[in-house]
Each structure stands twice: as structure tokens, then as C-alpha cells.
């Protein structure tokens, strides 16, 4: 009896978490971390708190303190630089594809928040609309130390272990959690003994963000991400539809009837709208500000960037009086991507 009491000790000494018919802890953390850098690809989905303020949820643009930025996040990785990300927060959402060196995102109320104030970046905003534009890589969140086998192991795992609890569930599978100051490890009880989830221990930042509930999933599935067709870019505005603005009001032919032109400039391409581009004429009494007439014209067809173009109309039912005195804007409208 003595004899095997010591070698039951001795067992124990080898591994604290010793138990007969269950993996080893250290063939668990083995397991998770090659299991994950040999995955051609899986998922990660769930919730953080963004540490970054990469997404913002004011609607004016104003940038909000970390802990009031709460992310879903449903990312798709394929070996070796593919990724499909969706990431929300309150009203804001963001989608992008990563191929290699090429980013493309879509959503319009980030792209809204991360725009100027000034015309042409609010038209900029308008007609992108929910299109696919391409983009920097560092909008794109990467999370090294829970996508590679390595940075799981050293931020999570080894030393970083204090606890082991047997006999879990996650997702419906077989678990074991292996628990530290960082974090609650989850990872399955049978071979390859994949990651399953990781829970972040409140007040731990990793990879710029905080109170993470990540689950994993889906490995070596084909997610078929593919470029998207018809990919605005901003740094080349004739890929974007018609952006049209006034350069100058034309109102010697305003008599009774009044009409007037408008002379526009096109800041962006000639297609990829979804309805022509219009122009609005309004007169108004320059003391009280009342609109006395209005009409509104369509720009057929379009012009390339840069290039100019005319629109004209008639606006009926005021005087000779009334036209004299009157002061007469045009103001365009873009309907923007399809």
C-alpha cells in the first residue's frame, strides 16, 4: 500500500492535475496549440469591449471612451491571409474582407464617422451608401494571441494555468477548462483537443481589447470568401459614381416665367448610381427667407470626373416683381452607389 501511494505521488508530482482515463494538462495546451496553427482555416465569434475606439457609436462622430464601446465580432480565418470579419457596436457596423495585402470594407455609419465635415466628404459619404470601398489593413482587428498556436499558449497557457476543471461543456462538446489570472481556457476533452473558448478574466487587455467571450469553431471548413465586385476607391474618385457640384448659377433668362442653368462640375465617375443625379432651383425672398418657387432638373447623361456639364428649368407662377427681388440657389443631389 505504501508503495503505491508513492508512485500515485509521484504521478501527481509530474502533472498537479493528474487524473486516470483524462488527458494531461500538458497535452491539453499542446493540443490547442497546434491544433490551431494546423487549422486551414475556422471562426471566431463573440463579444469585447473595444480598447481601441475603433468603432464609435455617437452619431456626430465623436469618439467615446473604451468602456463604452461593446463589439460583437464574427471573424472567418482562412490560412495564410484571408479573413472575413463582421464587428457591430450599437449602431454601427462594419464588414471587411482581407486577401493578402488588400482590405475591403463596407458600412456606411463608420465610414461616416471616420469622414470630414466638409461637402466633398459628406457627398463622399452619400453615395458610397452600403457599397464595398477598399481600405486600410489597420481598420481590420488581428488578434494575434488568439489566432496563433504560440500566442495562445504564452498569453494564456503554461505557467499562466492555475486551475483545471474536468468534465464541461462547450458548445454542445466535451470540455475542459484550464483557468488563469488572464483568462478561462476551454478546450475540448477528446483529441486533437482543439481551443473551444476563451473568457477573459475581468480588467485583462489583450490585443487591445478587454472582457472577451470568444468562441471557436467551424475548423478547416471552406468559408468561399471572395473579393467583391464593384470596390469604390477613394484614393481614385472616378471609380465613384456621379458626385455632382455647383459651380455657379446661371439667372439671366429669369424673367415671368423664370429660367434659369446651373453650370456642375462631376468630383466623382459617370456610373454605378442608382437614379440620375438632380438639381434643385429655389427662389426665395431675401427677407423673409420664404420660398416663392422651385423646380428641379435631372443631369442625362453623365459626365466623367472632372469633367462639366448644364442643367436647366422653368420655375412658373411669380411676377416680374417678385423675380427682381428674389435670390435664386441650385443645390445638387447624388444618389449614390446602387
Avoid at 486551414?40 to 457609436?57: A, E, N, P, V
Wanted: charged fraction near 15%.
Amino acid at each position: 500500500m505504501a508503495a503505491g501511494a508513492a508512485v500515485l505521488a509521484a504521478l501527481a508530482a509530474c502533472d498537479p492535475t493528474f487524473a486516470i482515463g483524462q488527458p494531461t494538462t500538458r497535452a491539453l495546451e499542446n493540443g490547442a496549440a497546434a491544433s490551431l496553427d494546423a487549422a486551414r482555416s475556422f471562426r471566431i465569434r463573440g463579444t469585447y469591449t473595444d480598447q481601441s475606439t475603433t468603432l464609435t457609436t455617437s452619431a456626430s462622430g465623436a469618439r467615446t471612451t473604451p468602456a463604452d464601446v461593446r463589439v460583437s465580432v464574427d471573424l472567418q480565418l482562412v490560412r495564410p491571409s484571408t479573413v472575413h470579419v463582421v464587428v457591430s457596436a450599437a449602431d454601427v457596423k462594419l464588414e471587411a474582407i482581407v486577401l493578402g495585402s488588400n482590405a475591403y470594407f463596407r458600412g456606411n455609419q463608420f465610414l461616416s464617422q471616420h469622414m470630414g465635415s466638409d461637402p466633398l466628404s459628406r457627398n463622399l459619404v452619400r453615395v458610397a451608401g452600403n457599397s464595398w470601398w477598399k481600405g486600410s489593413l489597420a481598420n481590420v482587428p488581428t488578434l494575434p494571441d488568439l489566432t496563433s498556436g504560440s500566442g495562445l499558449r504564452s498569453t494564456f497557457l503554461g505557467t499562466a494555468v492555475t486551475q483545471r476543471s474536468d468534465h464541461l461543456s462547450v458548445d454542445g462538446v466535451n470540455a475542459v477548462g484550464l483557468s488563469g489570472p488572464r483568462a478561462d481556457v476551454y478546450v475540448g476533452a477528446n483529441p486533437p483537443y482543439r481551443v473551444l473558448r476563451v473568457h477573459f478574466k475581468k480588467g485583462v487587455v489583450v490585443d487591445g481589447i478587454a472582457d472577451g467571450d470568444l468562441h471557436f469553431d467551424s475548423f478547416d471548413q471552406d468559408f468561399q470568401i471572395a473579393a467583391p465586385s464593384d470596390v469604390m476607391d477613394f484614393s481614385n474618385l472616378s471609380t465613384l459614381p456621379p458626385i455632382y457640384t455647383v459651380v455657379s448659377v446661371d439667372t439671366s433668362g429669369c424673367v415671368s416665367p423664370c429660367a434659369v442653368s446651373a453650370l456642375l462640375k462631376n468630383l466623382g465617375g459617370a456610373s454605378g448610381a442608382r437614379a440620375p443625379s438632380t438639381v434643385t432651383f429655389t427662389m426665395a425672398d431675401p427677407a423673409s427667407g420664404k420660398v416663392l418657387a422651385s423646380c428641379q432638373a435631372q443631369v442625362q447623361p453623365d459626365v466623367g470626373f472632372n469633367s462639366t456639364t448644364t442643367v436647366a428649368c422653368t420655375m412658373a407662377g411669380v411676377n416680374g416683381q417678385q423675380v427682381s427681388a428674389a435670390i435664386v440657389t441650385a443645390t445638387a443631389d447624388n444618389p449614390g452607389h446602387a
